[in-house]
């Protein structure tokens, strides 16, 4: 992996998950996942000092070989040790989406290092309306495989069971009413350890995605948010929910609070949620016994920002920027990311890396009062929540101007004046506010791009 990149090897690891004779791959994986054993229960100054020493390594190779890094750091000092990068990292500039869009192929090093080549392509689904482009290789997919894995060993998942993905695919075989089989769980487990299937199913209606999951029948579900939201509706209402359904994982978009208690009294399962970038990888992972985030710092440093770009104190929400601390074919360094999240207090489960309390979306997502608040949207108060207004349907927010909220719905008959009138008086107490709340009826709400579904937007500029 070359020595661009923090793989000591220890060795100490359950023998009975890995093949006998590993390959030299996955006998790295193996090392890797012993290392993280130890990393995960570091002091957090060790952690800090050795993500320190894997960024001088970074920002010195971005400056010589990334034509990018190579202008805009033309004014940095010059950064010789760890205790310079420290002293000098809040002068190091701000990389925005705008900043990636505009630098196009100058943010990809002249040098590649042979050792982590061949390198590929990848663009973010594009969900912001700014889709980044930048390169993935060897290293960046050995973290991903790493810390998949080390997902799979916090959950105590059972690699024999049955694992089902519901997500957007234009694989023809994923269709319904069957969707696709697979012999393995995906790349992080192939060659590494036996499993038992993976069902896939492209996103489709709720009602062939719930037969399906039904004949299926997975012990482990991995969808989005708001495809779970919506199946988890439709069990309440119809029952017989699949019987094997032990944990659910989803990524991609915003888990409200409510959903985890929705999730363990229709499905009966735990919903485990994970915070990743297509363009970055894994940036944090879920505690296995707390519902908050422990960052990846292993693959990823990440610092939690306000507007003017210093530090946020423990639970003040700000801006996810970050650098991932493996990718020498197109460094990203300081990133914004375009989410918010919340730092949190050390974790009870006695893991030391860094916690984020919550994540709470992009700033498109953050709900504007008249008198210049902004907030989180909760789609719950005082025991009313959003979705019981419309049972069966799926709906959309989306705040207009400062004073007007729109709610799409669809797959829900329109109502009556009466029952207008007195679903809006019950927004105004969910969202806080005498907003003037318009319905509109859909035959369908539009995904956006790469399947994902946001539940609230703002347009107010």
């Given at each position: 992996m070359s020595?661009?990149s923090?793989?000591p090897v220890?060795?100490s ?10 390959s030299?791959?996955?006998?790295q994986l193996?090392?890797q996942?012993a290392?993280f054993?130890v990393s995960?229960r570091?002091?957090?100054?060790h ?5 320190f020493?894997?960024?001088?390594e ?5 400056r010589?070989?990334v ?8 004014k940095?000092?010059k950064?010789a040790?760890v205790?310079?990068?420290?002293q000098?990292?809040?002068q190091v ?5 705008a900043?990636?869009?505009d630098a196009?192929?100058?943010i990809?090093?002249e040098?590649p290092?042979?050792s982590?080549?061949p390198?590929e392509?990848?663009?973010s689904?594009g969900?912001t309306?700014m889709p980044v482009?930048v ?8 973290f ?7 997902d799979?060993l916090w959950?105590?998942h059972?690699?024999n069971?049955?694992y089902?993905v519901?997500r957007?695919?234009?694989?023809p075989d ?6 696709a089989v ?11 350890v036996?499993t038992?299937k993976c069902h896939h ?9 719930a037969?399906w999951?039904k004949?299926v029948?997975?012990?482990y ?6 495809t ?9 209402t119809?029952g017989?929910?699949?019987s ?6 989803t ?5 409200e609070?409510e959903l ?6 229709s499905?009966?399962?735990?919903l ?5 970038a297509?363009?970055l990888?894994y940036?944090a992972?879920q505690?296995p016994?707390?519902?908050?985030y ?7 440093f990440?610092?939690i ?15 996810v ?5 493996h990718?020498?074919a ?9 989410d918010?999240?919340?730092p949190?207090?050390?974790?009870a489960?006695?893991?030391t ?8 979306g992009r700033q498109r997502?953050?709900?504007?009062l008249p008198d210049?608040?902004k907030?989180?949207?909760s ?8 979705m ?8 959309q927010?989306i ?16 109502f ?10 019950q927004l105004?107490s969910?969202?806080?506010y005498p907003?003037?709340f318009i ?5 369908k709400?539009e995904?956006?791009?790469g399947?994902?579904?946001e ?7």
């Amino acid at each position: 992996m070359s020595n661009h990149s923090i793989l000591p090897v220890i060795s100490s690891i359950p023998s009975i998950i890995w093949p006998t004779v590993p390959s030299p791959m996955v006998a790295q994986l193996m090392s890797q996942l012993a290392y993280f054993s130890v990393s995960e229960r570091a002091s957090p100054e060790h952690i800090y000092d050795q993500q320190f020493a894997q960024l001088l390594e970074l920002i010195n190779f971005a400056r010589q070989t990334v034509p990018y890094y190579r202008n805009v750091y033309s004014k940095l000092p010059k950064i010789a040790s760890v205790e310079d990068l420290k002293q000098y990292w809040q002068q190091v500039p701000i990389l925005t989406r705008a900043n990636l869009q505009d630098a196009k192929q100058t943010i990809f090093t002249e040098s590649p290092l042979s050792s982590h080549e061949p390198s590929e392509l990848m663009t973010s689904t594009g969900s912001t309306g700014m889709p980044v482009t930048v390169k993935g290789n060897i290293a960046t997919q050995f973290f991903w495989n790493a810390i998949t894995l080390r997902d799979h060993l916090w959950h105590q998942h059972d690699f024999n069971h049955t694992y089902a993905v519901i997500r957007y695919t234009e694989n023809p075989d994923a269709k319904p009413p069957h969707g696709a089989v697979f012999e393995n769980w995906g790349p992080a487990t192939f060659r590494v350890v036996p499993t038992g299937k993976c069902h896939h199913l492209t996103i489709c209606s709720t009602e062939e995605e719930a037969s399906w999951l039904k004949k299926v029948n997975p012990h482990y579900l991995n969808c989005n948010p708001s495809t779970l939201r919506e199946l988890t509706q439709y069990f309440a209402t119809h029952g017989n929910a699949p019987s094997n359904l032990k944990k659910i994982h989803t990524n991609s978009e915003i888990v409200e609070p409510e959903l985890r208690r929705l999730v363990k009294e229709s499905l009966g399962a735990n919903l485990i949620d994970t915070y990743s970038a297509r363009e970055l990888g894994y940036i944090a992972l879920q505690c296995p016994e707390q519902e908050n985030y422990h960052i990846q710092s292993e693959n990823i440093f990440v610092e939690i920002l306000n507007e003017q770009f210093e530090p946020c104190k423990i639970g003040e929400p700000g801006i996810v920027v970050a650098t991932a601390l493996h990718n020498f074919a197109s460094p990203l360094i300081r990133y914004v990311v375009g989410d918010y999240a919340i730092p949190g207090n050390a974790c009870a489960c006695g893991r030391t890396l860094p916690v984020l309390e919550r994540v709470l979306g992009r700033q498109r997502n953050v709900l504007k009062l008249p008198d210049g608040r902004k907030i989180w949207p909760s789609f719950m108060n005082n025991g009313v929540r959003v979705m019981d207004l419309f049972p069966g349907g799926q709906f959309q927010v989306i705040q207009k101007t400062l004073t007007e909220i729109h709610i799409n719905l669809a797959r829900i008959s329109p109502f009556t004046s009466q029952q207008e009138s007195e679903i809006k008086s019950q927004l105004q107490s969910i969202f806080g506010y005498p907003f003037n709340f318009i319905l509109n009826y859909f035959d369908k709400i539009e995904r956006g791009p790469g399947g994902k579904f946001e539940d609230f937007k703002c347009e107010v500029v």
